[in-house]
């Protein structure tokens, strides 16, 4: 990647997310697209198995992964070209199924490896440093997602290690799609101070919903402070919790109503929303709503997979008789 | 030959939407079941209620399954086709149809009969009429054949299963149309159906409910489609079959299905469950192919199993939805941009649409490539006889796969991408397994699958892949050959002109020409292929569709020296395969040759 590159902050996070959590890597699956951020698989978990698709269309990739080996953890990294333009569709239709995934989508505004289109979660009106202005009206990937009813909605910052790093951690435990939208910015195409996805602009506009921590299950003594103010407690599906701490305004993440009226105050004032937007533990997963078998499918045997002689018998009889 | 006992076609004209599918099935399967040699084609359009539809019945002692190249029998119901499907009616034909339509029969040359059937049909059931009326074109079928109404009753009951009421209702219909015939209908003709001993194994299915079974022998985990006409039902037959044949012991299923947003995810699906160690397909048509394509190749350059079943209709585009050809082929054998050759399996008959349909995924994980079933609209949407399904003879074949340490300590030199065996077919691992993990790429990668642009490297890549499938041809379903002593002419054709060639073989035969055949079941092709057409003077590709698609691909690949022998004879125009026109066009090419 570039120097400075938003998207290397994130792969460290992953390491660090996947190690902190206790996740072998045979368990995890890494799966990516096409673009600069979907590169970045080759540069973490080198003990897990990838899968480096096709531009848009990593989420079918994973559903048919998931369907046959339900026991993987799915970490997939997408960007905002990826997602938003040509793999809309499959990012829509992946979170209607509530696909049991962690996806992370690194939000630049710009086509970083065709050398700096915009892509469509830019601002209207952004400059990069050479070329027009965008004049298109940006998509919102929270606001998609929540309008979607996706079970798990945050926004981060590539920056904000420690955020991004509790946000991940809970999104690995969620059971369910996990869509995080982090704003990393494109040190070559999009750093100049204009830029809604600039570091200096992220750092002086990013309005932080709460301060987030995570316990995990295993060891729920960690180092983290439990805030005295007003904090939210939310239990997630492997016995982990998301220590939420209140900052100005309370955010219900019960209430994808707020949630929607966040990201959008947000927008209306040129700033980032970040922290857990939405968060709902009770939605069945893709594999629960088909009903499939506890083994993973990938597991079964020839006795298992293959019906009986007898029973083809028996069809052949059946259609002979009606 | 000549008689016309269990000699004969009928046509049958109604409206989509108006339940004559009913009455044509029960007709179909009365004579089935009286043991009479008989096929229908549904002629349907690309519409839900109201276009024209036609079904074509053809009773033949010699057991030909084209369409006939005459009507003798028309049933005339539809009034916006009325005129058309009378006035192309040869001289002599039978025609039965609607008075309600109030629509004249000007055929003094044809002998006409009509029948109140609206009318007769609002007295049984006001609300039904419309539906009802149909089955009287049943009953004065019957009159004219000589079929009694207790042969019909069998196949009445298969088609209304358990309704009682309808059984009932229907079967007092076509009744009071046999009795209405016998009173009012002056009727000298020698066409009749008559009662042969039937095999009593023997029944009828449509390809595409083979197929959907042949999966589900096959192991199928993942099912992932979008719906299109004419592959639906492939995927309709494998939801139905599911909770009967893949309940697991805890009461869950064993294959997952998925409706897709687009063909586009429908193949990805495929490559992710294939990827993690599954057993995942698709099923689409043409329209659906040209949507897949880029997975298509992302299978073929990271060598990812699945199984696409592709049920041709009619191209290019939107073309003629609900029509057959076989126009996909070419596409298929080389799908997606750059280099490529895939596995295409042929089946001619429901028995192969189940076999193939379990091999594929056999085929899929040897190979590790997408593997592609190709069926058209005839074949997959028709009704067809079988003998019976049979059993798988081995065990599912997971190919080259290492799923513990000590298999991969086995393998010297492993590396992804490495040809360890020569046979350019590597070992591969699963996740989740923790076994020699690396990420999958399109990109160009080398042995080990880390990134790579070098030269060498893609080269020798490239050419493996190819040494890779060009090594599957003679491990593929081998052709049929059917051969005459004097090696005249050999025909090579595939798919479900399978139905037509005997007739078309007697035709070319009544002329005088010693013909053998060769039926292709796979692709890329079987070396007995070559053989063949050494064999014979001269050898014509017959196929369904407008350039010679399989012959194009012959002279690509053929020995030089056989092409001088090798000709093409191609023509689609959405129908099934009518003999004598296809038999024509192969002796005009004959001629031309001369």
């Known amino acids: 990647m570039c120097p400075g590159c938003g998207h290397d902050q994130i792969s460290n996070v992953i390491i660090q997310a996947a190690w902190e959590n206790g996740l072998p890597p045979e368990g995890i699956a890494k799966m990516s697209g096409i673009g600069c951020s979907s590169k970045t698989p080759a540069y973490f978990l080198g003990k897990s198995h990838g899968f480096n698709t096709v531009h848009g269309r990593m989420p079918s990739v994973t559903t048919g992964a998931n369907m046959v080996n339900k026991d993987l953890t799915f970490i997939a990294v997408s960007g905002d070209g990826d997602t938003a333009s040509i793999g809309m569709g499959q990012f829509v239709h992946a979170i209607r199924r509530n696909l049991n995934m962690v996806y992370i989508i690194e939000n630049n505004g710009v086509y970083g490896l065709t050398k700096g289109q915009y892509s469509a979660t830019v601002e209207k009106g952004s400059k990069k440093k050479k070329g027009a202005v965008n004049t298109q009206n940006p998509i919102d990937l929270c606001a998609m997602a929540l309008n979607l009813g996706c079970s798990f909605v945050a926004r981060s910052f590539s920056g904000s290690k420690k955020q991004l790093t509790a946000l991940l951690r809970a999104a690995i435990s969620h059971k369910g799609m996990a869509v995080i939208d982090v704003i990393s910015p494109c040190v070559t195409f999009a750093n100049n101070d204009e830029s809604y996805r600039s570091y200096n602009y992220v750092k002086e506009n990013d309005e932080v919903l709460h301060i987030v921590d995570y316990i995990s299950h295993y060891s729920p003594i960690e180092e983290v402070d439990i805030p005295e103010g007003q904090f939210k407690e939310i239990e997630l599906f492997d016995g982990s919790k998301i220590i939420l701490e209140t900052i100005g305004s309370n955010h219900d993440t019960t209430d994808v109503v707020s949630a929607l009226t966040a990201v959008h105050e947000a927008e209306r004032n040129d700033k980032h929303v970040t922290g857990l937007l939405y968060y709902n533990g009770e939605i069945p997963t893709t594999t629960e709503t088909l009903g499939l078998t506890n083994a993973p499918l990938c597991s079964l045997n020839e006795e298992e997979g293959r019906p009986s002689e007898e029973s083809l018998i028996e069809v052949n009889q059946r259609f002979r008789s009606s | ?594």
């Open chain 2, 1 to 594: 030959m000549d008689s016309n006992v269990n000699n004969f076609v009928i046509n049958i004209a109604t409206a989509n939407g108006t339940g004559s599918q009913s009455s044509n099935l029960v007709i179909l399967h009365t004579m089935f079941e009286m043991g009479i040699p008989v096929s229908g084609k549904n002629l349907f359009p690309s519409n839900i209620s109201g276009l024209p539809t036609w079904f074509i019945i053809r009773a033949s002692e010699a057991g030909y399954q084209a369409p006939g190249d005459k009507t003798d029998i028309q049933i005339v119901m539809n009034k916006d086709t009325w005129e058309k499907d009378i006035t192309n009616l040869e001289s002599g034909t039978i025609i039965i149809f609607n008075e309600d339509a109030k629509l004249p029969v000007d055929r003094d040359d044809c002998f006409a009969f009509g029948m109140p059937m609206t009318k007769m049909a609002r007295k049984i059931n006001p609300k039904m009429a419309k539906l009802m009326a149909n089955m009287y074109y049943v009953g004065g079928l019957a009159h004219i054949l000589g079929i009694d109404s207790n042969d019909i009753l069998k196949a009445v009951k298969s088609q209304f299963k358990g309704k009682e009421k309808a059984i009932e209702m229907n079967m007092q219909a076509i009744n009071e149309g046999i009795a209405y015939a016998s009173e009012n209908w002056d009727i000298k003709s020698d066409f009749k159906a008559e009662s042969r001993p039937k095999d009593s194994d023997t029944f009828l299915i449509e390809g595409n409910e083979a197929t959907a079974l042949g999966t589900i022998y096959g192991g199928i985990n993942m099912l992932s489609w979008y719906p299109i006409t004419p592959s639906s039902s492939v995927a309709e037959g494998i939801i139905k079959w599911l909770p009967e044949l893949r309940t697991a012991k805890d009461g869950g299923t064993t294959c997952a299905v998925i409706q897709a947003e687009d063909e586009l995810a429908a193949a990805g699906m495929v490559l992710g469950a294939g990827w993690a160690g599954g057993r995942g397909m698709t099923c689409t048509s043409g329209p659906g192919i040209s949507l897949m394509s880029e997975f298509i190749g992302l299978s073929y350059f990271a060598e990812v199993p699945g199984v696409i079943w592709d049920v041709n209709r009619v191209g290019p585009s939107t073309g003629l939805p609900t029509r057959t050809q076989q126009g996909d082929l070419s596409m298929l054998y080389e799908a997606s941009h750059g280099d490529t050759q895939h596995i295409v399996l042929i089946p001619g008959n429901v028995d192969e649409c189940f076999e193939f349909g379990w091999k594929a995924f056999d085929l899929a994980e040897r190979y590790q490539t997408m593997v592609f079933g190709f069926s058209d609209l005839d074949l997959g949407m028709n009704r067809w006889p079988t003998k019976g399904f049979k059993y798988p003879e081995s065990e599912m074949d997971r190919g080259k796969l290492i799923r513990n340490q000590q298999e991969l300590d086995a393998v010297p030199n492993y590396g992804r991408y490495r040809d360890v065996d020569g046979d350019g077919i590597p070992y591969r691992t699963l996740p989740g397994s923790g076994i020699d993990p690396i990420l999958y790429r399109g990109t160009g990668h080398d042995e080990d699958g880390v990134y790579s642009e070098d030269p060498i490297v893609y080269q020798k890549t490239m050419k493996r892949l190819k040494k890779k499938i060009d090594g599957a041809r003679d491990n593929l379903p081998s052709p049929i050959l059917r051969e005459e002593e004097n090696k005249e002419l050999g025909i090579i054709f595939y798919g479900s002109m399978e139905n037509s060639i005997t007739e078309i073989d007697d035709i070319l035969e009544s002329k005088g020409f010693s013909v053998s055949t060769c039926r292709i079941r796979a692709l890329p092709y079987h070396s007995e292929l070559e053989s063949f057409i050494s064999r014979h003077d001269i050898s014509v590709v017959l196929e369904m569709n407008r350039d010679g698609q399989l012959y194009g691909i012959l002279r690509k690949e053929l020995p030089t020296q056989l092409l001088k022998k090798l000709h093409s004879v191609a023509y689609s125009d959405g129908m099934p395969p009518r003999a004598r026109l296809y038999s024509e066009k192969i002796i005009s090419v004959l001629e031309e040759l001369k």
